[in-house]
């Protein structure tokens, strides 16, 4: 009776730490698809808001050039969100988990789309020096095309930038940041 009490006790004991061993484990792995699948949601998400803010962008050519990061109101007093707005607004909350969350609109560079691979870069004023595309994202770039010079057939991108920290990134063995970025170009309708 004895014996079966002291194996009862030594059992107890073994229980607790198979039982930590296999616990652990298993929230290692589930915590891994928690933020797997968070990563996923926020990647196809922003591509969701690109091409929505590429289709916005191609439907309003008519708009003033300044349309791309500025709201517009018309004649009748109708107030239009901007490209930036708009596509910030389809993310739904998601550029939350964005840091550096960008968002911009330009006409795109038809040279750069006949390459292989196709490369999306944006337009340059025929007075930059060659191989020289301004940076999307820096409004002031002296060589910047502005989004709706676009013509018919030519293309309009929207690209979202940014950076995904994950929320236990030590424990996962992840990188602390994982770049974001996704472009979505349209056919100009103008």
Known sequence: ?????????????????????????????????FEYCRFLMVLH???????D????????????????????????????????NYTTARMGGMQKNIEGFQVAAYA????????????????????????TYPNPFNASDPYAVPWNTAVFTE??????????????PTLMLMPTLISVKTTAIMGSEG
């Open 1 to 33: 009776m004895l014996v079966t009490r002291l194996r009862r006790k030594h059992r107890r004991g073994m229980t607790v730490v198979e039982s930590a061993l296999v616990l652990s484990v298993f929230m290692l792995l589930l915590f891994g698809m």
């Open 45 to 51: 998400i922003s591509n969701n808001a690109a091409r």
């Open 53 to 84: 803010g590429a289709r916005y962008a191609v439907v309003n050519l008519d708009k003033p050039s300044t349309f791309d990061d500025t709201d517009y109101t018309d004649a009748s007093g109708t107030i239009y969100l901007s490209i930036q």
């Open 108 to 131: 795109v560079d038809q040279s750069g789309l006949a390459l292989s691979p196709p490369v999306v870069r944006p337009k340059a004023k025929s007075t930059a020096p060659a191989g």
């Open 155 to 168: 293309k309009i991108a929207v690209t979202i930038d940014g950076n995904y920290r994950p929320l236990l």
